[in-house]
């Protein structure tokens, strides 16, 4: 089993529509990363997140510690969206430390239609 | 500036080739990673350079070579590369170095396509 899961791995949507993608973590972890990539192209940092919630744009990301699962919305979804989104965690290492080093989810292939 | 550059953006080489992907950043990050990424999949961590000494290196082969000259600069220095090396590979900063127990963002450059024929 993944340390980071994402649900869907696919998701189609209508233009205007309000999208919601999963991620569940199964370990300690320092920070939780939300990323966008767009097809063949580099990856763009959206959200880090440690507790709470974090609101850019129409895009809004939710994090449960307690609950080690963590949530990235899209209100008024447009085909511009269309692109790879990617949780990643920072987990810690026995020295309490986490290295920089991120542990990716395998990705959620959104696909919004106009 | 808050940009990670790499070049080039696209790379076709042979296997006995030796090439070299370069990535740079100007905002005074003192780490710098580069990750591998195959289609469809996440990227893989291969090399963390924290205030330029490297501090993790994923077991990668060594045909992979990575360099950081100066705090700016990250290098990766590839020979005798294998068709299967073919694949994305990124570049990523942040301002974290010694002790790592900030928590700030990474920062990813556009990527090099790297074809191995």
């Known amino acids: 089993k993944n340390e980071v899961e994402q649900s869907p791995q696919n998701l189609t949507a209508q233009e205007g529509e309000f999208i919601t993608i999963n991620c569940s973590y199964s370990?300690?972890?320092?920070?939780l990363h939300w990323l966008q990539q767009h097809p063949g192209g580099g990856i763009v940092s959206l959200f880090m997140?440690?507790?709470g919630k974090k609101k850019h744009g129409r895009l809004i990301a939710t994090i449960n510690i307690q609950e080690k699962h963590s949530s990235l919305h899209i209100t008024a979804s447009h085909p511009r969206d269309s692109a790879v989104y990617i949780c990643?965690?920072?987990?810690?290492?026995?020295?309490?430390?986490?290295?920089?080093?991120?542990?990716f989810g395998q990705g959620t292939i959104l696909t919004v239609h106009p | 500036d808050t940009e990670v550059t790499q070049t080039p953006k696209h790379l076709v080489m042979g296997m006995t080739n030796k090439k070299s992907l370069k990535c740079e950043q100007h905002?005074?990050?003192?780490?710098m990673y580069w990750y591998k990424q195959k289609a469809k999949k996440p990227p893989e961590l291969m090399f963390v350079?924290?205030?330029?000494?490297?501090?993790i290196n994923e077991s990668v082969p060594s045909r992979f070579s990575p360099e950081c000259p100066n705090s700016s600069l990250l290098n990766l220095h590839l020979h005798a590369l294998q068709p299967e090396d073919s694949a994305l590979y990124l570049c990523?900063?942040?301002?974290?170095?010694?002790?790592?127990?900030?928590?700030?963002?990474?920062?990813f450059g556009p990527g090099t396509r790297l074809t191995v024929t």
């Open positions: 350079y924290s205030y330029e000494k490297l501090s």
């Open positions: 370990v300690g972890i320092s920070a």
């Open positions: 990643a965690v920072r987990l810690f290492n026995a020295g309490g430390t986490s290295y920089g080093k991120l542990t």
């Open positions: 905002m005074g990050h003192r780490a």
């Open positions: 990523a900063s942040s301002q974290e170095g010694r002790g790592w127990r900030g928590q700030t963002e990474q920062y």
């Open positions: 997140l440690s507790s």
